[in-house]
């Protein structure tokens, strides 16, 4: 029962936990901490137990064999991969929002959003796998919509509206498998013969690419990130954007390798323009932490990019730049923000010389932002590396105008660490109290440690790849 009891008691725990810490809100964070504890070792003692190809099996639960409804919850290394990423993501999220406003409801919110999060991850059965999708957009709409800034709600709105109808294009897709085939789940329809699956496939694609999200589906994000609290952007970019790159790994790939073979070329145009577009946008951004969420759409081009491949080579090295962007982008996000909180201005050229007030920051500024322009030692050059070589094996090497991608993020980012970093201190920045709490030093440098620790010893990541992709060879 552990296996469902992870994605449904979250959501009766948050509840119960709000009630009962209304009086001494202080402590919720410490049951939120716990719980997200106890779910990364659970799904650590699942990826002991994988095995060497294939599913898990944790269980079939509320069924109803007459409309093949069955809870069928299974787990392999790519669904470990991200509901690992998911739960240390969580725990670190609550060391910087250790001292947020409002605590009993906002990690509250959190618990709640951990279940269906999991689910996502966790089922087989694609119309759980849509509930569950669509759960995780309440608690994220509260947390964007009552702890962000001035144009919270305005976001909030957009983000929910936006994934919602292209959630549904992928339910349509959903509907039209079940109709063709008589099986909502996963292993069942890969055993039917699909025989008209193009319209199928793009109604799926259009829900994974909204929420990943690429051009020109894109438009949510930047205004969610903006408006949204740091620690909540931490939770968008590294794992709702991971639940769209999932998505299409998880049912178009490997459900329906035939048609995304066909459609790859598509795939290929529309990351490329991605990550260029998004990137050139980031170079003239003065806002810095809108210019940390173009950089973030950029690199989701990539991985479109590495998915179209269907190699060994390629799903891995989008696996590993979906775990790297995620380490990566976190601490951006986090010291975009607690700028903005230290000298509330949004704008890069009014800050300049936070290195001397802020050194830790600082540099944990700068190794971020050099992983993300791909700096060897860490896991940006790791991640793009091997998405570019995967890319040019798979395409030729026309595809090598990827590279432009990294040309590109040097552009950005040195810009950014020379507008906001170094350079002549402006009054705003000298007039602030940078001062930092322990929870968020200890939540920088883990990030920190991570992106130099899998930069320079990528293979455990891979040796899950290995693990996640064994269905290649099936094909």
Do not use: C
Request: net charge neutral.
């Amino acid at each position: 029962m552990v296996a469902v009891d992870i994605i449904f008691a979250p959501i009766f725990l948050s509840v119960l936990v709000y009630y009962l810490t209304k009086s001494t809100p202080q402590y919720t964070k410490y049951i939120a901490l716990g719980w997200f504890i106890v779910e990364f070792f659970i799904a650590f003692s699942w990826y002991k137990d994988l095995p060497q190809v294939g599913f898990l099996e944790l269980g079939n639960y509320l069924n109803v064999p007459q409309f093949g409804f069955d809870l069928t919850l299974r787990v392999d290394a790519l669904s470990i991969a991200m509901l690992l990423l998911t739960s240390a993501l969580l725990i670190l999220v609550v060391f910087t929002s250790w001292e947020e406003k409002n605590q009993a409801a906002y990690f509250s919110l959190l618990i709640m959003f951990s279940g269906p999060i999991f689910g996502v991850f966790m089922t087989t059965n694609v119309l759980w796998f849509f509930i569950f999708w669509e759960l995780t957009l309440v608690p994220m709409y509260f947390l964007v919509g009552i702890w962000g800034g001035e144009k919270r709600i305005y976001a909030a709105i957009k983000f929910f509206l936006f994934t919602h109808v292209f959630a549904m294009f992928m339910f349509v897709g959903f509907f039209l498998l079940f109709k063709q085939t008589g099986y909502w789940d996963l292993t069942l329809i890969k055993e039917a013969a699909l025989t008209t699956p193009a319209l199928i496939w793009w109604l799926m694609f259009l829900g994974f690419a909204a929420k990943l999200p690429v051009f020109p589906l894109h438009t949510w994000l930047p205004v969610a990130h903006v408006e949204a609290p740091s620690s909540i952007s931490v939770l968008l970019a590294g794992v709702l954007l991971k639940m769209g790159a999932y998505g299409l790994i998880r049912f178009t790939v490997e459900l329906m390798p035939a048609a995304t073979k066909e459609f790859a070329i598509w795939m290929v145009i529309i990351g490329l323009t991605t990550t260029l577009f998004a990137g050139m946008l980031a170079i003239f951004e003065r806002h810095i932490k809108r210019m940390v969420a173009y950089s973030s759409i950029s690199h989701m081009g990539l991985v479109v990019v590495a998915v179209s491949t269907m190699t060994y080579d390629g799903l891995s090295a989008a696996l590993y730049e979906m775990i790297g962007h995620a380490l990566v982008i976190s601490p951006l996000f986090l010291i975009a923000g607690w700028l903005h909180h230290k000298t509330h201005t949004w704008y890069m050229d009014e800050m300049g010389g936070i290195m001397k007030y802020a050194p830790y920051a600082s540099a944990i500024f700068i190794l971020a932002g050099m992983a993300a322009l791909g700096l060897p030692g860490t896991m940006g050059f790791v991640g793009e590396l091997t998405i570019i070589v995967s890319a040019i094996k798979a395409y030729g090497w026309w595809i090598a105008i990827i590279a432009l991608g990294s040309l590109i993020s040097a552009g950005y980012i040195i810009w950014a660490v020379r507008r906001s970093i170094h350079g002549e201190a402006s009054d705003t920045v000298i007039k602030s109290d940078f001062s930092m709490t322990i929870a968020e030093k200890f939540a920088l440098a883990v990030f920190a440690v991570l992106i130099v620790y899998f930069g320079i010893n990528p293979q455990p990541i891979f040796d899950l790849a290995n693990q996640a992709f064994g269905f290649l060879g099936g094909m």
